[in-house]
Nanobody, 116 residues
Framework: QVQLVESGGGLVQAGGSLRLSCAAS????????MAWYRQAPGKQGEWAAS???????NYADSVKGRFTISRDNAEATVYLHMNSLKPEDTGIYYC??????????WGQGTQVTVSS
């Protein structure tokens, strides 16, 4: 069983930065694709960024150029570096691990609030 624990959320002013972390248990982290999703209040969740086990990254247009996803396989941790934050970035941020066989695991989420 894989457990994912996010941290690093908080309250920040518009234009500020935060770094989210997601630590994974188990031994499959380095073989898995990791992703960050977010859910704004009253809205559906949306994908923000992902990184493959080989280090290839992809970003939603809404965060491209401001957010950077990275991973540390030795620490079994994925990060989301968020710069130039906007009020519309407010929401709960979740990390997801997807194995090569298509199994998916989710963390419990961490709240990010950006004040204007």
């Amino acid at each position: 069983q894989v457990q994912l624990v996010e941290s690093g959320g908080g309250l920040v002013q518009a234009g500020g930065s935060l770094r989210l972390s997601c630590a994974a248990s188990g031994s499959i982290f380095s073989f898995s694709t990791m992703a960050w999703y977010r859910q704004a209040p009253g809205k559906q969740g949306e994908w923000a960024a992902s990184i493959t086990n080989g280090g290839s990254t992809n970003y939603a247009d809404s965060v491209k150029g401001r957010f950077t996803i990275s991973r540390d396989n030795a620490e079994a941790t994925v990060y989301l570096h968020m710069n130039s934050l906007k009020p519309e970035d407010t929401g709960i941020y979740y990390c997801k691990l997807e194995t090569n066989y298509g199994f998916r695991f989710w963390g419990q989420g961490t709240q990010v609030t950006v004040s204007s």
